[in-house]
T-cell receptor, first 116, second 113 residues
Framework: AQSVTQPDIHITVSEGASLELRCNYS??????LFWYVQSPGQGLQLLLK??????LVQGIKGFEAEFKRSQSSFNLRKPSVHWSDAAEYFCAVGAESGGGADGLTFGKGTHLIIQP | NAGVTQTPKFQVLKTGQSMTLQCAQD?????MSWYRQDPGMGLRLIHY???????DQGEVPNGYNVSRSTTEDFPLRLLSAAPSQTSVYFC????????????FGEGSRLTVL
């Protein structure tokens, strides 16, 4: 069964500092990996996704993530955070669709706090 | 440009009452799903559907029913609400051809007393 681990429940970063959120996954084949962001009281918005190809993927809002197969990781990074980045971040792993009806398996989330 | 629309946004029930959470999408997506979000638990899949007339169970289906009579709608029914069903519920959809990426509604917060 697939699973996702986000080791950090809370992370506090100063505005303007760099950010890295960790994500480790367990999956039997090549995974499809995602990062979603959830602002308070809102649904989830896709930041970026990895299916294949270049292991460094760029997303919206200046975020990027790197897929490392040897470490089973898909960490999210941002060079300089803004106060508006304060939110809950979810890593997710999924199966290839096209007959595959699996939903995504989500990590438990990392709550990002931005200090002025 | 509605996307995925959920109603109601907030609901309070008493134990044993029934209710339906509505979900509609206007993107002609074949795949629709319901998740529940609980503190420290992330999102867990309740039920999903790959097209009209087809539904299946996810990770936590007990206490919930679904049906899919049209492509657009995917209601979630609680037949006899329990306090353990207090949660935030999210409906999500995707085109079956698009691997994995889900489009989420804004959520429905349910409290069962």
């Amino acid at each position: 069964a697939q699973s996702v681990t986000q080791p950090d429940i809370h992370i506090t970063v100063s505005e303007g500092a760099s950010l890295e959120l960790r994500c480790n996954y367990s999956y039997g084949a090549t995974p499809y990996l995602f990062w979603y962001v959830q602002s308070p009281g809102q649904g989830l918005q896709l930041l970026l996704k990895y299916f294949s190809g270049d292991t460094l993927v760029q997303g919206i809002k200046g975020f990027e993530a790197e897929f490392k197969r040897s470490q089973s990781s898909f960490n999210l990074r941002k060079p300089s955070v803004h106060w508006s980045d304060a939110a809950e971040y979810f890593c997710a792993v999924g199966a290839e669709s096209g007959g595959g009806a699996d939903g995504l398996t989500f990590g438990k989330g990392t709550h990002l706090i931005i200090q002025p | 440009n509605a996307g995925v629309t959920q109603t109601p946004k907030f609901q309070v029930l008493k134990t044993g009452q029934s209710m339906t959470l509505q979900c509609a999408q206007d993107m002609n997506h074949e795949y629709m799903s319901w998740y529940r979000q609980d503190p420290g638990m992330g999102l867990r899949l309740i039920h999903y559907s790959v097209g009209a007339g087809i539904t299946d169970q996810g990770e936590v289906p007990n206490g919930y029913n679904v049906s899919r009579s049209t492509t657009e709608d995917f209601p979630l029914r609680l037949l006899s609400a329990a306090p353990s069903q207090t949660s935030v519920y999210f409906c999500a959809s995707r085109p079956t051809s698009e691997a994995g990426e889900l489009f989420f509604g804004e959520g429905s917060r349910l409290t069962v007393l």
